[in-house]
């Protein structure tokens, strides 16, 4: 079998095309709608993806709020970022690049964002909300994934999905999605305490990788005709490094490639979050 691909990058420009009319119509009615960034230190992948975000940005219209700080800045100076973005009527929605610094505190700056400015959906008060299914910005990858596989006419309802990480931004809230009574989902979500991992892959209808370590699902773990959504961004030696082994291809029913397939998408759903709060503001 070779496996469809789930390409994410076309999606992800069908995405923007929708998003780049709506910009044009928040123009002409006086709002401009602008992301912010805030990025901490020198990581070299989250300099690439802030680049990119900024770059997807001008292509659909949005204006864009760069936020860059040493590895060295203090709590409190990511703070005053926060603050001053809370603040700036031009930034309708903003995210803090993860991961930060060890050294500083990840969840209180999270929970010093606005939640109506919160373009990553992972305040706390939008993650309660999608707990409660009720209407909020919706985490980037996760929204992506259902996304993607809802354009393949991959079936969700129904499916049993192993999800492998629990991490906030990706395993976690996908969890949430899939089992919302739109989605009606089964999922399994798998993570270092798992005690056989294998087992519940195969089970699986549904794979969505996305624990950082290199080609942890193998083709033997796979059910035959399975759709495999590789979440996974490690480096090794410069290049991305995936969660799934390249041969799963010989046996899954789709696949992502990656790059080119959750990370574009990731980045579109960013866009929609800050359209739509732009949105927001004109009800
Ligand atoms: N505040 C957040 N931080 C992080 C999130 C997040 O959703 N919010 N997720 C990940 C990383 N991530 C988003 O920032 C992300 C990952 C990958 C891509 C992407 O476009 N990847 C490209 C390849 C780019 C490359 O050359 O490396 C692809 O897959 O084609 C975008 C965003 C952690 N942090």
């Given at each position: 079998m070779s496996a469809v691909k789930l390409d994410g990058k076309a999606t992800a420009a069908k995405i923007k095309a929708d998003l780049k009319n709506r910009v044009a119509a928040l123009k002409e009615r006086g709002v401009t709608p602008g992301l912010g960034t805030v990025l901490v230190g020198d990581d070299?992948?989250?300099?690439?993806?802030?680049?990119?975000?900024?770059?997807?940005?001008?292509?659909?219209?949005?204006?864009?709020?760069?936020?860059?700080?040493?590895?060295?800045?203090?709590?409190?100076?990511?703070?005053?970022?926060?603050?001053e973005l809370n603040a700036s009527p031009a930034c309708t929605g903003y995210i803090v690049q993860l991961p930060l610094p060890k050294h500083l505190d990840t969840m209180a700056l999270l929970e010093r964002i606005d939640p109506a400015k919160d373009a990553d959906g992972l305040h706390p008060v939008n993650l309660g909300r999608l707990v409660h299914m009720v209407d909020a910005p919706l985490p980037c990858t996760p929204h992506g994934i259902v996304l993607l596989l809802q354009e393949y006419g991959v079936p969700i309802k129904g499916a049993e999905v192993a999800v492998v990480g629990r991490g906030i931004t990706v395993g976690r809230s996908l969890g949430l999605l899939l089992t919302r009574r739109s989605e009606n989902a089964t999922v399994t979500l798998c993570h270092t305490g798992t005690q056989d991992l294998a087992a519940h892959v195969r089970r699986a209808d549904i794979v969505v990788a996305a624990a950082g370590v290199p080609e942890l699902i193998k083709k033997d773990m796979v059910k035959p005709g399975a759709a495999v959504l590789d979440v996974g961004v490690s480096r090794v030696a410069g290049k991305i490094a995936g969660d799934v082994a390249l041969d799963v291809e010989d046996v899954a029913g789709y696949l992502t490639p990656n790059p080119g397939g959750v990370g574009p998408m990731t980045r579109a759903l960013l866009l929609s979050n800050v359209v739509e709060a732009a949105e927001r503001r004109l009800r």
């Open positions: 070299p992948g989250s300099q690439i993806y802030v680049a990119g975000k900024h770059r997807d940005c001008a292509e659909v219209g949005i204006a864009s709020i760069r936020v860059d700080l040493p590895a060295t800045a203090g709590q409190a100076d990511v703070e005053a970022a926060i603050d």
